[in-house]
């Protein structure tokens, strides 16, 4: 895609989410920065932090894990694994499992099918992040290109999205 059908598209998607439910009642929002043509979120990113709601980005451990870090503003940012924009050393790590408000979670990825399904970059950081806390709302954005209308070939330990957010529609996954 284009960069100004990155943008456009990305900006129809962000609008879909800014107005969906699940996103204006959670107090936590735990976003990604986008790496190359992912949906650019950085305007829920802005108006999260605006609207006075918890942000946290993921940042990669040891082990192959990742957690999530609250940030104040995108300048909270540096460069880390793999080039991925994450939350400098001086933020401080979310525990999910003590936090009482509303969580949502924003997930990029390749593909996704109509069953939830997803293809990331392979590395299962968010498929072992989401083995420790499976109850967490997990929305993908993602483009209608990346919507593969047959089901994708998943291994046991994939975690399925319960919603899809694309720039035509809103696939929700549990209601199916």
């Known amino acids: 895609m284009s960069k100004e059908e990155v943008r456009d598209n990305s900006k129809r998607i962000c609008e879909k989410l800014l107005a969906d439910k699940a996103y204006q009642t959670a107090d ?17 990113i802005e108006h999260s932090l605006k609207a006075d709601k918890k942000v946290a980005l993921p940042k990669t451990e040891e082990n192959n894990l990742m957690d999530f870090y ?16 994450e939350p400098k050393s001086v933020c401080i790590r979310i525990e999910p499992e003590t936090y009482q408000q509303k969580i949502l979670v924003l997930v990029p990825g390749i593909v996704f099918d ?5 293809y990331g970059y392979g590395g299962g950081y968010y498929d072992r992040y989401f083995e420790k806390y499976p109850d967490m709302k997990r929305m993908a ?4 290109k990346q919507i593969s209308e047959k089901t994708l070939e998943c291994l046991p330990t994939d975690v399925k999205m319960n919603v899809i957010i694309t720039e035509d529609e809103k696939i929700d996954v549990n209601n199916r």
């Open 114 to 118: 109509r069953e939830g399904n997803r």
């Open 141 to 144: 954005l993602a483009y209608k």
């Open 70 to 85: 609250e940030i104040t503003s995108l300048s909270d940012l540096k460069a880390g694994s793999f080039h991925i924009m």
């Open 28 to 44: 936590l929002i735990m976003a990604y920065y986008p790496l190359g043509n992912e949906v650019d979120c950085r305007e829920v």
